[in-house]
């Protein structure tokens, strides 16, 4: 009984200085609150002499959830001095969580695994256009994509400069993709080729037409890709003359991929020629890269009646309601509730986007469909125009959760 008494007096009043690594942990845990900025200056003094990594870890991950810039030199020191790899990786999921918020209910010794299951994945979340990120926050994640000895946070270091959409670091990326001491960190030079393409900014053009050249076929490939993710047009005919004369399937694809990103009228001939091709996969991206092109599809009405490919249906679904015939985005609309939803949602961003069908796209937030007007909200919060707002918020109190839930988010997209 004395114990017990005992133990509950200790906790009361838990400190970052006790000797108890379970006292230290239950300070942080107090601590450890959205807002509560006056902590800050505690625990970056605690980080500087806590023995034992995984509080350390904690204490990294508490500055996150408090989600304060403050915050930030100490995470940066963390990132660029502690000696334990997990530390170093949560000090990069806490920068993210300082622009990308994040829903946690756990306990700060769960955040690690949570971190990792949102920021360090292939589709990882990005920062909206109207966050102003942090010079310091994104020169430490160069300084860590430069200088780490580990591979896997040079890597994360890099994808979380995507995820920041860190446009003014594109010349450090470039330079450490180029690099020949980068030669033997293929992990690391994939991922930058990835970011440059999420990125999306011309300048890292020159550098990705280099890596057409490299060894690795996937590293080329994703270049490839991402020449046509940043508009890098001086490219075409060199991709081009990929697609023509290389061998490999995946080169080839990627190549066309690129292509019908790029909005280059120069590829006209080429995606003409593939209309009736009988890979359907060529077709799609043929009927795709025209769609951008503000082709007149006029003659597609056929194509589509005969085509019996669905991919190929939506993209040339795309391409007619481009180029006027607005009728078509119903296709577009009901193929959200399909397999091929990932691709109806990107087509009809690019109509609400770039083509100034956003009219249009209101009417299907009635639709009788929910899984249709759920998916329909989030291209909505996706292309973030103030005049979505009135038809969002007839959808928050929709009978259907999902499409609550989607509506609720595209407005907070839009910080409505």
Do not use: C
């Amino acid at each position: 009984m004395i114990l017990v008494l005992m133990t509950a007096l200790l906790f009361q009043n838990p400190s970052l200085d006790s000797t108890s690594p379970r006292e230290r942990e239950a300070a942080l845990e107090r601590m450890a609150v959205l807002g509560n900025r006056e902590a800050i200056p505690a625990l970056a003094e605690a980080l500087k002499k806590e023995p034992r990594s995984d509080l350390r870890t904690q204490m990294v991950a508490a500055l996150g959830r408090i989600r304060d810039r403050e915050a930030i030199p100490a995470l940066a020191e963390r990132l660029q001095m502690d000696l334990d790899k997990d530390v170093r990786l949560q000090a990069i999921g806490s920068l993210l969580r300082l622009y990308i918020p994040i829903e946690d209910a756990g306990t700060l010794r769960s955040m690690f695994n949570l971190v990792k299951s949102i920021f360090f994945v292939a589709s990882r979340p990005v920062v909206g256009p109207e966050v102003q990120v942090d010079s310091a926050a994104k020169e430490a994640l160069t300084r860590a994509m430069q200088r780490d000895f580990n591979d896997d946070v040079r890597v994360e270091a890099v994808r979380a400069l995507g995820s920041l959409k860190a446009k003014d670091q594109v010349p450090a990326l470039a330079q450490t993709l180029e690099d020949p001491l980068s030669r033997e960190h293929e992990s690391v030079r994939m991922e930058i080729v990835l970011t440059l393409g999420t990125i999306r900014d011309p300048s890292a053009g020159p550098a990705l037409e280099k890596a057409l050249r490299d060894p690795n076929k996937r590293l080329a490939g994703e270049a490839i890709l991402a020449l046509g993710l940043v508009g890098y047009t001086q490219a075409r005919a060199t991709i081009e003359n990929r697609f023509r004369t290389d061998g490999d399937r995946r080169i080839k694809n990627r190549s066309l991929e690129a292509l019908a990103l790029m909005r280059d009228p120069g590829s006209t001939a080429l995606f003409e020629s593939l209309l009736g091709h009988s890979d359907a996969y060529y077709r799609e991206m043929a009927a795709e890269g025209l769609a951008r092109l503000d082709y007149d599809a006029g003659g597609f009405k056929d194509r589509f009646t005969r085509e019996e490919k669905q991919n190929v249906r939506n993209a040339l679904a795309f391409a007619m309601a481009s180029s006027g015939q607005d009728e078509y985005i119903n296709d577009l609309a009901n193929a959200l509730d399909s397999r091929q939803d990932y691709q109806a949602e990107v087509y009809l961003y690019e109509l609400g986007k770039f083509d100034g069908k956003l009219n249009e796209l209101h009417r299907y937030l009635r639709s009788s469909s929910p899984v249709v007007r759920a998916r329909m909200a989030r291209v909505l919060g996706a292309i973030g125009d103030p005049a979505s707002t009135e038809p969002l918020r007839t959808l928050t109190t929709d009978s259907n959760v999902e499409v609550v839930r989607e509506a609720v988010a595209a407005l907070r997209k839009m910080n409505l």
